[in-house]
């Protein structure tokens, strides 16, 4: 096993883990908007940590400019959303509770 | 290092098979539908596993495609939650 | 095929599980966009049931002429569903209903 | 067993779970979001069987395009207040139905295990013929060569399907704008995300079609991100639809399919219908290939916004 290796294993194990933790963190966490933390945070790490391990496999510079890409897609993705589904989820909230249980 | 790749796919589809549950169960549709850009996000990570396993850098563009869309949804929801149909939920929002 | 299957043959026969579970959707369901989730889940299933059956071995990949008349499908089926919703939202519009058999008949219309 | 076959066997399964749930979920948004996963969970099972083409399409249509597509008929029908609920089928539907599927699915198996094992395919001589005509990816050469007439049906159904679509308007807005007129804040993260995004999608979009005829990708994949990328645009209030009696517009649309026709009628020539001369073979297909891309992009777009609503 190679060094390129070890640092594949190692990035991509961590990775999994963020993973893990934001489907826990989705399925465990009380209400939307706290739920949406799972979404953009710790997903979207776990993706750059996996993307950076898989960089190590990778021959080509253009395949590393498309891993880079398709992490900040993501990263961009995940943001952008998060904040208008926020929004919109919070428009619907008039007392500070859970006003409409079907969105 | 194959082996290891595709167990650690396997793994992540694990983790998107509990996102499932959350795009069953809601109860909101914003959680249903921010739960599926989720299950994308997932599998976004198992395309860029699936090129490592198998040499073919091509396998990464159905990722960057799937990155490139994943908010499309999401977006479309989020527009018709307008009371037109067609605004933004920031519109009404001081300055 | 005798034996354990390989991995071509369990995308196939998913593939027929999903002809069936779309064939039962769609007879069940009357709403129409059930219906034109139906209809899709059915062509996804033929697609692979069709490719999966292509698939040459590891390194060779999928024949590459299913794989052109899979694309070919899939942009179809896209089109007929965006032109199946369009006549969904028209009979939603004028007669209040997403179900075919609450429609009044053509023949009972006022001109 | 080895790692690929439990992972195969476990994306199987999220496949006929993703379908069971968009089928038989109670919720009928619910459904709809379980389709989009659904999508999602069919292009993994593409890139698996090494079918990155169709994983391309299938990534950029099966959970791009129709979840936009779907989402926004929800949304029109929950407007109209339509009622999603209805009298549940009936017990001998169901059983009628459940005993139908199940036995087409179970003669369908029955089909596949009976398949000879060890396919040889088309693959050989797809390669030999692709030799001399500088397309390296095969499923291009396919779609472009071989079996032109079905691409170039295709695409002409797709016209149609629009005709079809644009043909439900009503006489008073002929000739007008489809969709509603989208709107957003200004400096809001809508209008930032639908400026910032665009310009990488049209990067990935000619990219996919300039890879198209060398390794996968091509007219269709790259054509349906270019539509992604312009209903985003819409979406995010940035630019109108344009009106479909712009002559410009029509002539996008069947630009592709007309210009492909008329290669094809030429080929006849050199000896059949859509026969290319081999020394301009490359050169023909890429200007098609080209072309359609944006053909294709142009109708998906206007298919997805729908009829059209407002006067011109």
């Not at chain 2, 850098?57 to 479309?76: E, N, W």
């Not at chain 3, 354990?4 to 959707?25: H, N």
């Not at chain 4, 398949?115 to 692709?130: D, I, Q, S, T």
């Not at chain 4, 990708?217 to 991100?225: E, H, R, S």
Request: hydrophobic content about 60%; aromatic content about 8%; charged content about 15%.
């Amino acid at each position: 096993m190679s060094v390129a290796d070890i640092l594949t294993v190692l990035l991509v194990s961590v990775g999994l883990v963020f993973f893990l933790a934001g489907s826990v963190g989705l399925l465990r966490f009380p209400d939307f908007h706290s739920r949406l933390h799972a979404l953009t945070k710790a997903d979207n790490l776990g993706l750059g940590l996996i993307a950076l391990g898989v960089a190590f496999q990778v021959a080509e510079p253009f395949g590393i400019v498309k891993l880079v890409l398709v992490w900040f897609l993501a990263v961009l993705a995940a943001a952008s959303v998060a904040q208008l589904i926020a929004r919109s989820a919070l428009d619907r909230l008039p007392d500070g509770k859970e006003a409409d249980k079907r969105g | 290092m194959t082996a290891f790749l595709l167990l650690a796919a396997l793994f992540l589809l694990a983790t998107i098979a509990l996102g499932f549950l959350r795009v069953h169960r809601g109860p909101s549709r914003a959680d249903r539908i921010a739960s599926a850009q989720l299950v994308g996000t997932g599998g976004v990570a198992v395309t860029l596993l699936l090129s490592a396993a198998s040499g073919n850098g091509a396998i990464i563009d159905v990722g960057l495609v799937l990155a490139l869309l994943a908010a499309f949804a999401a977006v479309a929801f989020v527009k018709s939650t307008a009371a037109d149909g067609a605004g933004d939920p920031e519109e009404d929002e001081g300055p | 095929m005798t034996g354990i299957i390989d991995s071509a043959t369990l995308f196939a026969l998913t593939g027929c599980a999903l002809i069936g579970l779309g064939l039962y959707g769609f007879i069940v369901h009357a709403h129409l966009l059930r219906r034109i989730l139906a209809f899709n889940v059915i062509g996804s299933g033929i697609f692979l049931v069709f490719g999966a059956l292509g698939y040459l071995g590891t390194g060779q990949g999928t024949d590459p002429v299913p794989q052109a008349l899979i694309i070919t499908g899939i942009v179809v089926a896209l089109s007929l569903t965006a032109f199946a919703i369009a006549l969904a939202i028209k009979l939603a519009e004028e007669e209040k209903t997403a179900f075919l058999d609450d429609a009044t008949p053509t023949e009972e219309r006022p001109e | 067993m080895s790692a690929a076959f439990l992972l195969d066997a476990g994306l199987c399964l999220l496949i006929l779970a993703a379908a069971l749930l968009a089928m038989a979920g109670r919720d009928l948004f619910g459904a709809i979001a379980f389709f989009i996963v659904y999508g999602i969970m069919i292009a993994l099972a593409w890139v698996r069987l090494e079918a990155v083409d169709v994983a391309l399409a299938e990534a950029a249509i099966g959970a791009g395009l129709t979840g936009v597509l779907l989402i926004g008929a929800w949304a029109m029908l929950n407007r109209l207040g339509v009622p999603e609920d209805h009298k549940p089928a009936a017990g001998w539907l169901r059983l009628v139905a459940g005993s139908a599927s199940g036995a087409i699915t179970i003669i369908l198996v029955a089909a596949v295990m009976a398949l000879p094992a060890g396919r040889e395919g088309l693959a050989p001589m797809v390669a030999e013929e692709l030799a001399d005509h500088g397309v390296s990816n095969p499923v291009t050469g396919v779609l472009l060569d071989f079996r032109a007439y079905d691409t170039l049906m295709e695409s002409i159904v797709l016209v149609v399907a629009l005709v079809a679509v644009w043909a439900l308007t009503p006489p008073a807005v002929w000739g007008g704008v489809p969709g509603l007129r989208q709107h957003t804040r200004p400096d809001g993260v809508l209008a930032m995300f639908g400026r910032l995004l665009p310009p990488i999608g049209l990067v990935v979009g000619v990219y996919l079609v300039w890879a198209g005829s060398s390794q996968p990708g091509g007219a269709f994949q790259a054509g349906t991100v270019l539509a992604a990328v312009w209903l985003l645009v819409v979406m995010a209030g940035i630019h109108d639809e344009p009106p479909v009696s712009s002559r410009l517009l029509r002539t996008v649309l069947v630009a592709g399919p007309a210009l492909f026709l008329a290669i094809g009628i030429a080929g006849l020539g050199v000896g059949a219908l859509l026969a290319y001369p081999a020394e301009y073979a490359y050169a023909l297909i890429l200007l098609i290939e080209f072309t359609l891309t944006f053909s294709i992009a142009a109708t998906l777009a206007l298919l997805v916004a729908g009829r059209v609503r407002r006067a011109p």
